[in-house]
């Protein structure tokens, strides 16, 4: 056995369901964290980061209008699979973040953890979030939580798996879609997850996944109209401020990123959901 | 949905000639068309209705449009007594208050009608002989309603054979909110036709029919058999009149207008008692259908209180200081 | 209609009112000189001068925020929340006192109706105050961690078309959470605001908790840029949205907007077709348009087209333009030279577009700044003035067949702020709400508010709320 000669993996974007190489024809080398050779990845394109939002924007209507407890479900279906995947991001995690195999085993644990844990969330946020209201007249009044549409997230730049699902788990768990550029040096979990997603009940362009360069990426979805929304969480060094401002062209919600990556091991807290969440507020009169 | 409000859809060879109900006589061919076109009928929200009517009735009616706006209440007062306890000679003083309302002010206008029972609409009449005041009856086994149709006619009868000349008919308010909409027709076809030339007012006693929905639809009803008038209540019954109530009913008289030619007065009674009342509903009326209505021939007050309170006014307006209660007379 | 009934003059009086010759700044407590060329502001009714206004440069923002940051590190924040409460509820009360004073004042500064002053601003605002009163000790409780904190100093830009209701949207919030303010009233129309300085002073408020530096776009720039400024808060145009949004970009201020609008209001063929006209009057007409979340898109269903338009005609015919001070008067005067060469401009463009204009007989005083209540039909998606904020009482009237078409041409603008729903069927209500892209729908009413009730807008309308438990969030750090 020893002697056979791996089957070694291809890696490609995952864009509305499918894993099309960059329309660029562009690849880079990953390596692992001593820098071998691990693979070479696609290199995603503007045009790849429009496709993306085209099948974002697509997705949204289907994926916001799922019953939460349905949405929950398939979320939950995602970590499912993710678990029976388990030896492989072990593998990819551990190769690309230089980890030992044991705190790989913790990582990739954590992670599958935290998308159960947001699994759990969909159909919650609507009581805790949402509210009635005692207007001072006879109407009946109510806000509920709604998603805000597209969201663009730079994954962070070295937790490759679990900092990826600390930001996109909560992204589709209050019903948003998401283009997200992933770690450029460490790609291949994300990837992975992709795989994981696309065998899963995710329909096609509510995830939607490029590997390649955030900050070549990063300020075309800033600036794209039909992005609602950005995490910059993984913004390269020194262009978080450039991309807000690209952001504030079309009155993005901007998640700002912290001044270092935090660990993502931590309770994450509500707040990244509740920050790609509207509240919609609606009227009726009380009457006969 | 049919859209019975905007005439502009009526074929054109079907047009009405005005003063008729013509393109709806199809409506009442069975209770069931009946039924399907009352309930076809726009709906009334409730809460719009009321902060519409809240909102009218904060206009401030000040100086020269408060003045004309006094007389013209005084004018559309139907001086009402309809107690148990009403004689020959109680029917008389108030004749004598509907001539000349103010006695210390013959420039105060005479009231549109006396309204009383029809046992006493002969007395009425001799009173106001020559005044041109209206002798208005209850009838219909006024206020319940609640009588065979014989009884019904037969009491209508009697009130224009005493020289009624405004019948005041109330519906059969258990058999509207029963569904029974094509019985309710029938009768006030039946009434209308006892009423001969005396005009007919039909209250819709909208404190039992509790719903806008139901004003609304009563409303219609009313006018398609003919009714000269469509009135809110019969005193008897809180809540009486209303202005969101009001409101609804004029909505339906201008509508009605539109689709068949035919104009249809309006008359709210009971509870109104101030002339801030009086002008809130003259106010209404001037912004929901318009001058049209801004008469006697079309629009009324039933009341018995509200005639001493707007003396009171106009005294105050014409003296410039306050009055009280005995400068105006009791009846 | 000939008119027996015509209503004669029924003016507020004005004497209520004791307008001075000249305003300073409020800073720290007290009324200080501006350092800026000073500006006028004027009855648009009028266009009579009513006072002469000091303008704040950077120093003088400075200043303000210098005073707000002490009051916060001071007094302001480490008070007791009850007792912080306690002078919000204070400050309720005096409005409610001299709640007659603030409405005249705002008709005449503003030129909206005495009617909708009295009515709907002035209570609305005190009741703005009331309620954040009672959340100032139980912040705990709203969902944000058992202890969440204050920014600190907060900077405030508000309008001109709601001047005293959008203060109280922007400074009850922010002190019942323990921030302190720096507040630019709008460049037309400061004057109720500085009449609130003088509630401030009356209800013993420390100094420098509230602080109102008057001026035009430069200070309210400075407003926004000053360093030491934690949070911003706007109301106004998209488009300075944005150039705020860029402004705070890559600092750690945190920003709201509400920003503009273009809503639509849908009426279905089996709408309460009395109401949804005074839904639709109410709807554009309120406050002459100038309200961000106006309903000026009408999608009327194509099969009661014609009954509501002319529904809607004959309605808009009773509609009393004229002077804002007269107790009967519907609509005012728009509030500035500037907005009404803006109204002027958009309905030519409709014209020359080619949808057909509607107006209604209708005699506008000589002097002043006015535009009659306007409807266009024949409007097509495309033309601007389908797309773009009028802000006055222009109308734009389009058609649909199905609901889908409705939920479509509804969301088919890049703002999302309000939107309205006429129909009597309850589930299409339930079902329409939830496709419309927008941060407040009213389902058979329209242009209703409340303090309890989040406000506020999705995609280029702005983030963030305003009023109810959500609107807490814009003022606080959440605590874990």
């Given at each position: 056995m020893s002697d056979r000669l791996a089957v070694r993996k291809t890696y490609k974007l995952y864009v509305n369901g499918a894993f099309p190489r960059s329309e660029s024809g562009r690849t880079y080398e990953v390596t692992d964290a001593r820098g071998a050779f691990l693979a070479n990845a696609a290199h995603a394109s503007r045009k790849d980061a429009r496709d993306a939002v085209v099948a974002a924007r697509g997705a949204f209507g289907k994926w916001s209008g799922t019953t939460a407890y349905n949405r929950g479900q398939v979320l939950y279906?995602?970590?499912?699979?993710?678990?029976?995947?388990?030896?492989?991001?072990?593998?990819?995690?551990?190769?690309?973040?230089?980890?030992?195999?044991?705190?790989?085993?913790?990582?990739v644990d954590a992670a599958v953890d935290r998308w159960v844990w947001y699994a759990g969330w969909t159909d919650k946020l609507a009581a805790v979030l949402g509210s009635a209201n005692p207007v001072a007249g006879p109407y009946f009044d109510f806000s509920l939580p709604e998603p805000t549409g597209v969201v663009a997230v730079l994954a962070p730049q070295r937790s490759s798996l679990l900092g990826l699902v600390s930001v996109l788990a909560p992204v589709l768990a209050g019903g948003n879609t998401a283009v997200v550029v992933t770690s450029r040096e460490r790609p291949l979990p994300a990837i992975t997850l992709g795989e994981v997603l696309a065998t899963s009940d995710v329909p096609g362009g509510v995830v939607n996944l490029l590997t390649g360069d955030a900050g070549e990426i990063g300020p075309w979805l800033a600036e794209h109209d039909d992005v609602d929304a950005i995490d910059l969480t993984g913004a390269p060094a020194g262009r978080a401020l450039e991309l807000e401002r690209l952001a504030a062209g079309s009155i993005?919600?901007?998640?700002?990123?912290?001044?270092?990556?935090?660990?993502?091991?931590?309770?994450?807290?509500?707040?990244?959901?509740?920050?790609?969440?509207e509240t919609k507020t609606v009227w009726h009169p009380i009457g006969l | 949905m049919t859209h019975v409000l905007d005439p502009g859809t009526l074929e054109a060879g079907t047009r009405p000639a005005p003063g008729s109900g013509a393109p709806f006589d199809d409506v009442t061919r069975s209770d069931a068309a009946l039924r399907a076109f009352l309930h076809g009928l726009p709906g009334v929200d409730q809460v719009g209705a009321e902060q519409r009517a809240a909102t009218l009735g904060t206009r401030s009616i000040k100086t020269t449009a408060k003045a004309?706006?006094?007389?013209?209440?005084?004018?559309?007062?139907?001086?009402?007594?309809?107690?148990?306890?009403?004689?020959?000679?109680?029917?008389?003083?108030?004749?004598?208050?509907?001539?000349?309302?103010?006695?210390?002010?013959?420039?105060?206008?005479?009231?549109?009608?006396?309204?009383?029972?029809?046992?006493?609409?002969?007395?009425?009449?001799?009173?106001?002989?020559?005044?041109?005041?209206?002798?208005?009856?209850?009838?219909?086994?006024?206020?319940s309603g609640r009588a065979s149709r014989e009884v019904k006619l037969a009491d209508v009868r009697d009130a224009v054979g005493n020289g009624a000349d405004e019948i005041d008919m109330v519906i059969d308010r258990g058999a509207f909110l029963s569904g029974r909409y094509l019985e309710v027709f029938d009768e006030i076809v039946?009434?209308?036709?006892?009423?001969?030339?005396?005009?007919?007012?039909?209250?819709?006693?909208?404190?039992?029919?509790?719903?806008y929905d139901n004003a609304r639809r009563a409303s219609w009803l009313a006018m398609l058999a003919g009714a000269d008038f469509i009135k809110t209540s019969t005193g008897k019954v809180s809540p009486a009149a209303t202005l969101p109530v009001c409101l609804v009913m004029l909505e339906a008289v201008r509508d009605f207008r539109a689709a068949t030619g035919r104009q249809v007065g309006v008359k709210p009674a009971g509870g109104i008692r101030t002339t801030k009342d009086a002008l809130k509903h003259l106010v209404l009326v001037n912004e929901t259908v318009g001058a049209d209505w801004l008469s006697p021939d079309w629009f009324r007050f039933g009341a018995s209180s509200l005639l001493n309170d707007l003396l009171l006014q106009r005294q105050k307006l014409r003296t410039g200081h306050y009055g009280g209660p005995d400068h105006v007379s009791i009846d | 209609m000939t008119s027996?009934?015509?209503?004669?003059?029924?003016?507020?009086?004005?004497?209520i009112v004791d307008v001075a010759p000249s305003y300073g700044l409020f800073v720290d407590g007290e009324f200080v000189d501006g350092s800026g060329e000073p500006m006028k502001t004027v009855n648009p009714a009028t266009e009579e001068v009513l006072s002469e206004i000091a303008v704040g440069t950077e120093a003088d923002v400075d200043r303000a925020v210098r005073a707000a940051r002490r009051a916060s590190t001071r007094v302001w924040g480490p008070m007791r929340p009850a007792d912080r409460g306690k002078y919000l509820f204070?400050?309720?009360?005096?409005?409610?006192?001299?709640?007659?004073?603030?409405?005249?004042?705002?008709?005449?500064?503003?030129?909206?109706?005495?009617?909708?002053?009295?009515?709907?601003?002035?209570?609305?605002?005190?009741?703005?105050?009331?309620?954040?009163?009672?959340?100032?000790?139980?912040?705990?409780?709203?969902?944000l961690g058992p202890d969440p904190r204050p920014h600190g100093v907060a900077g405030q830009v508000i309008p001109w078309n709601f001047p005293l209701l959008m203060l109280a949207w922007k400074v009850a919030p922010a002190l019942a959470t323990g921030n302190t303010v720096v507040l630019k009233p709008a460049e037309t129309t400061p004057l109720t605001a500085l009449l609130f300085a003088e509630v401030c002073r009356q209800a013993d408020l420390p100094p420098g908790v509230v602080n109102i530096v008057t001026g035009a776009g430069d200070t309210g720039r400075a407003v926004v840029e000053h360093e030491d400024v934690d949070k911003v808060a706007f109301t106004g145009s998209t488009e300075v949205g944005r150039s705020i949004a860029r402004a705070v970009a890559g600092t750690r201020k945190v920003l709201t907007l509400e920003l503009g609008g273009k809503a639509a209001n849908i009426v279905f063929d089996d709408a309460p077709i009395d109401q949804a006209?005074?839904?639709?009057?109410?709807?554009?007409?309120?406050?002459?348009?100038?309200?961000?979340?106006?309903?000026?898109?009408?999608?009327?269903?194509?099969?009661?087209?014609?009954?509501?338009?002319?529904?809607?005609?004959?309605?808009?015919?009773?509609?009393?333009?004229?002077?804002?001070?007269?107790?009967?008067?519907?609509?005012?005067?728009?509030?500035?030279?500037?907005?009404?060469?803006?109204?002027?401009?958009?309905?030519?463009?409709?014209?020359?577009?080619?949808?057909?204009?509607?107006?209604?007989?209708?005699e506008l005083p000589e002097r002043g700044f006015w535009f009659p209540p306007t409807v266009f039909t024949d409007v097509s998606p495309a033309h601007r003035i389908a797309r773009d904020e009028v802000f006055g009482p222009v109308l734009s009237v389009l058609t649909f067949r199905t609901p889908d078409e409705a939920?479509?041409?509804?969301?088919?603008?890049?703002?999302?702020?309000?939107?309205g729903i006429w129909t009597e069927k309850g589930s299409r209500i339930l079902a329409i709400a939830d496709r419309l892209r927008a941060g407040v729908v009213w389902a058979n009413t329209f242009n209703q508010f409340d303090p309890t009730s989040p406000f506020g807008g999705y995609k280029q309308s702005g983030y963030g709320r305003e009023g109810g438990r959500h609107g807490l969030a814009a003022y606080l750090k959440e605590s874990s």
């Open positions: 279906r995602v970590a499912e699979v993710m678990e029976g995947r388990h030896a492989q991001f072990c593998e990819e995690v551990a190769a690309g973040e230089g980890l030992s195999a044991g705190r790989a085993r913790a990582v993005k919600r901007v998640l700002r990123p912290p001044a270092e990556e935090p660990d993502w091991t931590a309770d994450p807290g509500t707040g990244r959901m509740t920050r790609f969440l | 004309w706006a006094i007389d013209t209440a005084i004018s559309m007062v139907d001086l009402t007594t309809l107690e148990g306890a009403d004689t020959p000679g109680k029917v008389r003083s108030l004749a004598a208050k509907a001539r000349r309302p103010d006695p210390t002010d013959t420039t105060a206008p005479a009231v549109a009608a006396v309204c009383v029972y029809g046992d006493l609409a002969g007395v009425a009449v001799e009173a106001l002989e020559g005044s041109g005041i209206h002798v208005a009856a209850v009838a219909t086994a006024f206020p039946a009434v209308k036709r006892e009423c001969g030339d005396a005009h007919l007012k039909v209250i819709l006693e909208t404190g039992e029919l509790v719903t | 027996l009934f015509e209503y004669a003059p029924a003016p507020e009086s004005r004497s204070r400050i309720a009360r005096i409005l409610q006192e001299r709640a007659r004073e603030f409405a005249v004042l705002e008709s005449l500064d503003n030129g909206k109706p005495i009617r909708e002053s009295r009515d709907v601003d002035v209570p609305l605002a005190a009741a703005h105050f009331f309620y954040h009163a009672g959340w100032a000790d139980k912040l705990g409780h709203a969902g006209v005074e839904g639709i009057v109410r709807g554009i007409f309120f406050n002459q348009g100038h309200v961000c979340c106006a309903g000026s898109r009408l999608l009327v269903q194509e099969s009661v087209h014609d009954e509501v338009i002319a529904s809607l005609q004959r309605r808009i015919g009773t509609l009393r333009v004229g002077d804002p001070l007269d107790k009967n008067t519907d609509i005012g005067a728009i509030n500035s030279a500037e907005q009404l060469a803006r109204i002027r401009e958009l309905s030519d463009v409709g014209e020359a577009e080619g949808a057909h204009r509607w107006q209604p007989v209708c939920v479509a041409k509804a969301n088919n603008t890049t703002y999302g702020l309000s939107a």
